[in-house]
């Protein structure tokens, strides 16, 4: 079974779900989404160097050190 086939399954389930049990659903979908980004975030974090770089890189647009994307890809 794809993803499409998938959702399209969650939303048949969904659409048959009392009010209360709904609910259940929505804070569980909640917690899974947001269990997902915690865990790509934990996935930067362990990547050496990657908040030295990430601050540095915060530093150089607050200063204006930036280019412009269409300069570096002029076939996007």
Known sequence: MNTD???LQVKEYVDRLSPERLRVAADFLA???ERESNEA???LLEIPGFLEAFDRGKQDVAAGRVTDWRKVRNDV
């Open 41 to 43: 975030t934990e996935e």
């Open 31 to 33: 917690y899974l989404a």
């Open 5 to 7: 086939q998938m959702r």
